[in-house]
């Protein structure tokens, strides 16, 4: 990257950062606050903590359709401050609905799309899956730094306290925004990185792309099912004061993060995606089966470091999946499609755990989840293994492009090509490739016609 792609990336995954964190901050605190809400009921302390998912999946598409119209940051300072409304909504409420009124808007500033648009904006298509993987990582810390400090910060400040942070905090994302983040040159859609409403069709009748968001839905139900009940196991099991949590989830979360690096090494290098994936799923379902049987430290602690462990493979393995399976050109918006149903997945296992707390209490809640995870595994056994190619991006000049389907066809008659799509409104060749057999100075002669 040079300088102005890595300030950019830099900057937007704080961004990222900041609001994911203004999005997890809760979770490991916010169902032993809600008891004392008025109005509360098990099942409405389910629909506020996945409240902010139902809107974030019916707009985060439509804000990024919006992007290509508007521009970029207009929409996302709109969706960061709808987020910061709906914090203070929830921070100012003494009732159950007022929470979940505000994590709806919280929800309704759905700019994930809108800020895949701006980055890939401003950084070159042959460095675009690192600034993505970087955006990535941010994501996944975010989430990793919640669990650790939200039950700190809640003895601290109260859960009303983290609401009026994340306020700030997205106020804050704004100023970055704007002072740290340079406005691009132009802006295009860009079919690797954004959703193509012309695409949106054949990723839906793609039955292997289907697997895939069926399961990053089942895996955010399950995670957020299963932050419905973990508090009440450690505090009502183990005995635990709510400041004191951080403490069972930061061992387990550095540990299951170093086991999880070598299973994600065997998966992508040893070419071993499917086996590693479906055990990732079989190791979600036996986690919830043991916290559904846990009595003491050992199997509560055994249980999560499961968990978690099989919940950063498979956050690592399903973008990989997606972008391998996906058509060479259609990967943004299979990737919408995917994101769309991740925020689903929060709400349906945030109602979903709400529900089964009220009628089961916190065991038929992890029996769910392993349930839920079982049936994931027997979908995903008919996966059809995916093919470990790369994927790269090559300029052509357009006044070059005189016969797109001749020059697709002797691109693909070379060594290594799998799949060839050239975007003629884009100037863009998009292509899957084995990186071991392509001879990248061929490819550039068919492109210049030599």
Same mark, same amino acid.
């Given at each position: &990257? ?21 999005? /997890?901050?809760?979770? =490991? ?26 809107t &974030? ?7 990024g &359709? ?7 940051? *207009?929409?996302?300072?709109? @969706? ?5 409304? !709906? ?14 009124? @505000? ?26 899956? %690192?600034?993505?993987?970087m ?21 601290? #400040? ?12 997205? +106020?804050?994302a ?16 860009h ?18 792309l ?13 995670m ?17 004061? +709510? ?13 299951? &993060? !170093?086991?999880?690096? *070598?299973?994600v #090494? ?7 995606? %499917? =086996?590693? /994936? ?14 559904s049987?846990?009595?003491g430290w ?12 099989a ?11 997606v972008?391998?399976?996906? =058509? ?8 919408? +499609? ?10 349906? @296992? ?15 809640? /992890? #029996? ?56 003629? $409104? ?8 084995? %990186?071991?057999?392509? $001879?990248?100075?061929?490819? %550039?002669? +068919?492109?210049?016609?030599?």
């Amino acid at each position: &990257m040079n300088a102005v792609e890595r300030k950019s990336v830099i900057s937007l995954a704080g961004i990222y950062s900041l609001r994911m964190l203004g999005l /997890f901050l809760i979770l =490991p605190v916010f169902a032993l606050y809600a008891e004392h809400l008025d109005g509360v009921t098990p099942t409405l302390i389910g629909l506020a903590l996945g409240a902010y998912g139902l809107t &974030m999946a019916l707009l985060q598409i439509p804000f990024g &359709m919006l992007s290509d119209r508007i521009g970029r940051k *207009p929409v996302i300072a709109g @969706g960061l401050m709808i987020f910061a409304v !709906g914090s203070v909504v929830a921070a100012s409420s003494h009732d159950i609905w007022g929470v979940i009124i @505000g994590r709806a808007l919280q929800g309704a500033g759905a700019i994930a799309a809108a800020m895949m648009a701006l980055l890939a904006d401003l950084t070159r298509e042959e460095v675009r899956t %690192k600034a993505t993987a970087m955006i990535g990582m941010s994501i996944g810390m975010s989430f990793t730094v919640s669990l650790i400090l939200g039950p700190w910060l809640d003895a601290a #400040i109260g859960v009303n306290g983290i609401f009026w942070l994340t306020a700030v905090l997205a +106020v804050a994302a704004i100023v970055v925004l704007f002072t740290m983040i340079p406005n691009p040159s132009h802006s295009f859609v860009h079919r690797d990185a954004e959703t193509v409403p012309s695409q949106l069709g054949a990723a839906l009748r793609n039955i292997e792309l289907l697997r895939l968001d069926v399961g990053i839905l089942i895996l955010h139900s399950i995670m957020t099912a299963m932050f419905i009940a973990l508090p009440f196991v450690l505090r009502d099991t183990l005995q635990l004061p +709510v400041l004191h949590h951080s403490w069972v989830y930061l061992p387990t979360l550095l540990v299951a &993060m !170093g086991l999880m690096v *070598p299973l994600v #090494i065997i998966a992508e290098k040893k070419e071993k995606m %499917k =086996p590693v /994936f479906l055990t990732g799923i079989a190791l979600i379902a036996l986690s919830a089966l043991v916290l559904s049987m846990a009595h003491g430290w050992v199997t509560v602690i055994a249980g999560l470091l499961i968990f978690f462990i099989a919940y950063n493979v498979l956050e690592a393995t399903l973008p990989s999946l997606v972008s391998r399976i996906a =058509p060479v050109d259609g990967k943004g918006t299979a990737m919408g +499609v995917y994101s769309t149903s991740q925020f689903l997945g929060a709400f349906v @296992g945030g109602a979903g755990g709400g529900v089964l707390l009220a009628h089961f209490g916190v065991v038929g809640v /992890f #029996i769910a989840c392993a349930l839920f995870a079982l049936l994931w595994l027997g979908l995903a056994f008919g996966m059809a293994p995916p093919r470990m190619l790369s994927a790269m991006l090559m300029h052509v000049e357009r006044d070059k492009l005189r016969d797109v389907a001749a020059m697709e066809a002797a691109l693909l008659a070379l060594d290594g090509v799998a799949e060839v799509r050239i975007a003629a $409104d884009e100037g863009v060749v998009y292509l899957r490739v084995e %990186k071991s057999q392509f $001879d990248q100075d061929a490819a %550039k002669a +068919v492109l210049e016609g030599v």
